[in-house]
């Protein structure tokens, strides 16, 4: 999925100490539905050098939403 700025624009996100602009039009994916596990996915992310921000899953565990930052 993706979402398109319909104007210029600064996005703040303080808890990431992340701001970024957008120009008009531009356009950012914000979803990849795909089928990971997990322990196989953080130690991907990992050793590309990301760290966990975040993991959010549903009761039964079946699906689940995952942040990761750089450093």
Same mark, same amino acid.
């Given at each position: ?5 319909? /104007?210029?624009?600064?996005?703040? %996100? ?7 602009? #957008?120009? /008009?039009?531009?356009? %950012? /994916?914000?979803? %990849?539905?795909?089928? #990971? ?12 050098? #990301? ?11 079946? #699906? =689940?939403? =995952? ?5």
């Amino acid at each position: 999925m993706r979402l398109q700025a319909t /104007r210029s624009m600064v996005v703040e %996100i303080p808890s990431l100490e992340l701001r970024v602009a #957008f120009d /008009r039009n531009e356009e %950012i /994916r914000t979803e %990849i539905s795909a089928k #990971f596990r997990r322990d196989a996915l953080a130690a991907e992310l990992k050793a590309a050098g #990301f760290s966990p921000r975040g993991w959010w899953t549903d009761e039964q565990e079946w #699906f =689940s939403v =995952s942040l990761w930052g750089v450093g």
